[in-house]
């Protein structure tokens, strides 16, 4: 196992464009820590200046004790699983398991040893004399993720690897590398653009957006108290809904208690009512513009005089409500997220 300690860790590319910037992260031995963030913002690029494929503009990467900054990826002692499982197709599930291995030149029994404890503990023991082409997505992403833990590294990477991978597998897999890693204790860094893979995977969630950290925290610290309005507006789904504080002024509708200053207020879909509640409370007048069955639940769109954009309220089953009903929403005080909408960050 291993401490990463990153330092103002930045990365600029020719030209001036800054992919990470100023990162200060320390992770525990041990820990799972999951980057997630849409679409480049920078977690692939951070994950792979840990691996030692991306050089470091400025700041210090220490894994264990010692600074990496100029060690090549073999001299880390890491392990990386990559999105696109990267297997040697004219090998076998065993030749792929071992080939790293036998580049170290460790003995043939050492090797034997830790193929069939990674085979049998990724349940692939039955394929070792297959090529990858004869195998599932799911068995191929577990031998993929033997052949980093063979290495018995002192860390994981994860580079998004249950992304070509079907729904109901990628849950399956999920849990099987939270099962792992608790079982094996190794520190492990996870990428991820998928929030329920972050919620669900987490020790600590780290959001990125633009290069830079927005928030770092367990998965239910970001969720129940988003430090920022890209947090509150990228965890969780349906997405928070905002409502600018003005609006709510004018119309009578803004909450005693709520600190001085607010100018947006966000509210979870979930914590929305269409029973009053008690004490002080959020109180909102539309009409129902769209029923949205979703199994177990249903989402229901809420349209707004001058908001362009609707209040989403999620219900168990199927709502009693029909579109094109008025209908009155409530929220009660502590359910409500002050934000500040020129900073962006969150008001105590």
Known sequence: MARIVMDGLSKVYPGGVKAVTGIDLDIADGEMIVLVGPSGCGKSTLLRMVAGLETITEGTLSIGDRVVNTLEPAQRDIAMVFQNYALYPHMTVYGNLAYGLKNQGLPKDEIDRRVQEAAAMLQIAPFLDRKPRALSGGQRQRVAMGRALVREPSAFLFDEPLSNLDAKLRVQMRVEIRQLQRRLGTTSLYVTHDQLEALTLADRLVVLNGGMIEQVGTPMEVFNRPATVFVAGFIG??????????????????????????????????????????????????????????????????????????????????????????????????????????SGRRLS
């Open 237 to 342: 789904s349906p997405a928070m809904n905002m409502l600018d504080a003005d609006w709510l002024r004018a119309r009578g509708g803004m909450p005693e208690g709520l600190p001085g200053g607010t100018t947006l207020v966000g509210v979870r879909p979930d914590d929305l009512r269409m029973e009053p509640v008690e004490g002080p409370s959020l109180t909102l007048t539309g009409q129902v513009a769209l029923l949205e069955p979703a199994g177990a639940e249903s989402h229901v769109y809420v349209a707004l005089d001058d908001i362009a954009e609707p209040l989403t309220l999620r219900v168990p089953g199927l709502p009693t409500v029909l579109e094109g009903a008025a209908i009155t929403l409530h929220a009660p005080l502590a359910a409500l997220h002050p934000f500040d909408k020129a």
